[in-house]
């Protein structure tokens, strides 16, 4: 069973900065690409940025310049770090992760239970 487990978020004034983590259990064999959305309230979920394998990189258009995805193979880790925060980033932010478990079957799509973010002053 594959777990993500996200830590990071908070409450943070306008032009301030959080880091976002995302780890992954152990039980999972490889990592395509590492993502993550947001949700604000009344609002769709919205992809913010993902990262492939080889590091390619893709934002939305609103958060670039500001927020930088990463991760670390080594630790099964993601990173989402936002910079110069708005109160439009308010939102619940999840971590998502294409991979496998097995080597069987087709790669999955994996889910973080979310972490809130409140851009406030």
């Known amino acids: 069973q594959v777990q993500l487990v996200e830590s990071g978020g908070g409450l943070v004034q306008p032009g301030g900065s959080l880091r976002l983590s995302c780890a992954a259990s152990?039980?999972?064999?490889?990592?395509?690409?590492m993502g993550w959305y947001r949700q604000a309230p009344g609002k769709q979920r919205e992809l913010v940025a993902v990262?492939?394998?080889?590091?390619?990189?893709t934002y939305t258009d609103s958060v670039k310049g500001r927020f930088t995805i990463s991760r670390d193979n080594a630790r099964n880790t993601g990173y989402l770090q936002m910079n110069s925060l708005k109160p439009e980033d308010t939102a619940v932010y999840y971590c998502?992760?294409?991979?496998?478990?097995?080597?069987?079957?087709?790669?999955?799509?994996?889910w973080g239970q979310g972490t809130q973010v409140t851009v406030s002053s």
């Open positions: 990262i492939t394998s080889d590091g390619s990189t």
């Open positions: 152990r039980s999972i064999l490889a990592i395509y690409t």
């Open positions: 998502n992760v294409l991979g496998r478990a097995s080597l069987l079957g087709d790669p999955q799509n994996y």
